[in-house]
């Protein structure tokens, strides 16, 4: 258990639902490794209670959340102030109250991915990607590769969207879902953002025969944490990204924030929350 005084941190996460969330193990297996006075709590909010929460928490003397879905675009707007990866996203998924009372938004999404891509020795921008899916989880992540230097390639299977994300993020390219198996020849990373090869859901097509020797791929699916798109590439000898490392990597600028000290993405800090999900599908 944490020590909980008097003068105990709070963050925290908002989501509907909120059940599923990983984050409390995380922080606050970081909070216990730091010895921190903190706690991190899981906070089912409605999506209609979100001002009222955020207006709540900030002066209940919290130092800041994090927001997952269904949260994460509406909090835009309730921001009094958003730092330039928040902007690029159009989403915020961290947020600090400022000791002036200031309501700072953030994205650490985008930067998460390139961590979790960097920590398994893939250069982010050692060639041109190619984004699987055009929602809000790709578009953070099409903003931090952008802003890496890799040139990016989208794919929806609604085209619309995909071309609402280039007016969003010019500079990236759009390629019709039916040919997303032909454009893997062209790229050096491919990289699943839609929620296809989830536990309990819908397969991913894509066959990976035309995929490049060499070629990184990566999920942000994490339930399962081998889904059937990294097993495949692993099968043919291509490097293979977990979503779940997205997950750890974005949570650390905010533990930074509200609780003083930078947490490490460790063996224990990644085993400890696997352990915790299925490896395949059952
Ligand atoms: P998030 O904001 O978390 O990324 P989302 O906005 O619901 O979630 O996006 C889900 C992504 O998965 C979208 O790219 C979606 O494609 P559409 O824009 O065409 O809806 C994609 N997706 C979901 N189910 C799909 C399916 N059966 N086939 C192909 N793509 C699918």
């Known amino acids: 258990m944490p020590m909980l005084t008097g003068h105990t941190r709070l963050a925290g996460v908002i989501g509907w639902p909120i059940a599923h969330s990983r984050s409390p193990r995380l922080h606050n297996h970081w909070l216990a490794r730091h010895g921190i006075d903190g706690a991190y709590v899981p906070l089912p909010v409605r999506p209609e209670g979100l001002p009222d929460a955020v207006r709540g928490l900030r002066a209940a003397g919290f130092a800041g959340f994090n927001a997952t879905i269904p949260h994460k675009e509406a909090l835009f707007a309730l921001c009094d102030r958003l730092l330039e990866p928040a902007l690029r996203a159009g989403a915020v998924n961290t947020v600090v109250f400022e000791a002036s009372g200031a309501i700072t938004g953030t994205n650490t ?17 050692a060639g041109p990607a190619l984004l699987l899916g055009a929602g809000g989880a790709a578009r953070a992540i099409a903003a ?42 062209d790229h050096a990373l491919v990289v699943n953002t839609t929620s296809l090869g989830m536990s309990g859901g819908r397969a991913l ?9 060499g070629m990184a791929v990566s999920d942000i699916v994490y339930v399962p944490r081998r889904t059937a798109l ?3 590439a692993e099968a043919r000898g291509l490097r293979a990204v977990e979503g779940l490392g997205m997950l750890l990597h974005q949570a650390v600028p905010g533990f930074a924030a509200w609780f003083g000290a930078t947490p490490e993405v460790d063996r224990d800090t990644y085993e400890l929350v696997a352990s915790d999900i299925p490896l395949d599908e059952a």
Request: without cysteine.
């Open 205 to 213: 097509e894509l066959s990976l025969d035309r995929a490049p020797a």
């Open 144 to 185: 931090a590769l952008l802003d890496a230097g890799a040139p990016v390639t989208v794919t929806n299977r609604t085209l619309e969207r995909a071309e609402a994300l280039v007016e969003a993020l010019p500079g990236l390219r759009v390629l019709p879902w039916g040919r997303r198996e032909e454009g893997l020849a």
């Open 109 to 125: 999404d985008g930067a998460g991915y390139l961590a979790s891509l960097r920590a398994e020795g893939v250069e982010p921008a």
């Open 230 to 232: 990294l097993k495949a």
